[in-house]
Structures are given as structure tokens and as C-alpha cells.
């Protein structure tokens, strides 16, 4: 029996997305509708129902090296063997090699966490908490509609920190950095310095539509 410590390597098919970042705890739903990814769900799910997500770099074109482990938890079959699956993350991973690259690719990967840390996380956490909060709050005033965060925000600090990153848009490159990290504190630090700076933007806009109306 290995201990939870040690370095868990194993194969995993391998789905690359342009600008799609996956984080563990997140829901992702898939339209698979090229040949390759057909053959592929229909063998994961002959198995473990588990593959890999990783973000197509815009600029290189090719994979990035941290991805997120997605297990389908719902599928349907469309006409024409296409598919429609719903997933939800799992672990990370950092791809070690290539093992296959037909009809789609295989990677050896190893699985990924964030270091533990020294420091008390919960007034972090509760940062984060209380930004998001206003910034929601100043985007349902600038855009006259009812905005209202979900019941089931994360309290865990790691947690919180998956759900805000998964939770931001247009910023997959942002998002993949935020990915990449092993270290709690630090991709909370990250989303204070984001909402915040969000926030303060928001402000400035809703301060001007105030003088506007």
C-alpha cells in the first residue's frame, strides 16, 4: 500500500481545450464531436470514467504541462456517436511524457497538490469572501439586474481558491498560472490582488454612472 505521500504516476488520456482552464471541484460540460474524442470517451467509460484537461497555450499552440483530471458524471449519446458529457474536476496533474499521440493522446502524468501551509488561511479566505462579494454587489448596481452568488461558495481556503479561479473569465492564461500553483496562500493573495483591482474598477464606473443618471 503506497503511502499518500508518495508520487502517484499513471497514464491518462489527454483532452486539450483552447482557453479552458479546469479546476478540481468544477463542473465542465463537453459537446465530443471528432473522431478521436468519440473512440476516447467510449473507452474511459469502459473504465474509470477519469481523462485529463489540459489549456491550449494561444501562443505556442500546444499543451500546457499542468492540467486538471476530469471524471464524467453524466453522458448522453446524440445521433451520429456524438456525445454530450457532463464532468467535474478532480485532481491536478503535471504531464511527464507523451506515452501516445493516435488516435489521441496519452500522457504519464503525476498527480499534484498545494504544499501544506504554515500560516492561518481563514482571514485570507474571508478576504477573498468579502471582495467577491463586492464585486458582485457593484456589477448588479452598474448593470440594474439581480446578481446573487451561489449558496455553495466553498468556506475551505483551498476550496475558495479553486472556485474563485475556476469562476473568472477571459483570463485563461491568468487562470492556468493560478492553476500551476502549490501554494494556497500564494493563489489567494493572487485573487485578492485581482478582485480587488476589479473592484476598484467597478467602483469607478458605477461612481460615474451615479453622475450620469
Not at 489521441?104 to 482571514?123: A, F
Request: proline share 7%; aromatic share 8%; net charge negative.
Amino acid at each position: 500500500m503506497t503511502s499518500s505521500s508518495s508520487i502517484a504516476v499513471r497514464e491518462l488520456p489527454l483532452f486539450p481545450l483552447p482557453d479552458l482552464v479546469l479546476f478540481p471541484g468544477r463542473r465542465l460540460p463537453l459537446h465530443v464531436f471528432e473522431f478521436r474524442y468519440r473512440i476516447m470517451m467510449n473507452t474511459i467509460l469502459q473504465g474509470d470514467r477519469r481523462f485529463g484537461v489540459l489549456m491550449i497555450d494561444p501562443a505556442t499552440g500546444q499543451p500546457a504541462k499542468v492540467g486538471c483530471c476530469a471524471e464524467i458524471v453524466h453522458y448522453q449519446r446524440l445521433p451520429d456517436d456524438r456525445m454530450k458529457i457532463l464532468t467535474i474536476g478532480q485532481q491536478r496533474f503535471r504531464v511527464l511524457d507523451y506515452v501516445r499521440e493516435k488516435p489521441y493522446r496519452v500522457g504519464l502524468v503525476e498527480w499534484i497538490e498545494d504544499q501544506p501551509s504554515q500560516k492561518d488561511l481563514y482571514p485570507l479566505a474571508s478576504e477573498v469572501d468579502q471582495l467577491l462579494r463586492d464585486v458582485v454587489h457593484l456589477s448588479a448596481k452598474l448593470t440594474s439586474q439581480e446578481i446573487e452568488l451561489p449558496d455553495s461558495i466553498p468556506e475551505l481556503p483551498l476550496e475558495l481558491s479553486y472556485w474563485v479561479a475556476g469562476n473568472l473569465y477571459g483570463v485563461a492564461s491568468e487562470q492556468q498560472s493560478l492553476l500551476e500553483m502549490q501554494d494556497t496562500a500564494g493563489r489567494l493573495e493572487r485573487e485578492v490582488e485581482i478582485l480587488t483591482s476589479t473592484r476598484n474598477h467597478l467602483a469607478a464606473r458605477t461612481a460615474l454612472k451615479d453622475v450620469l443618471e
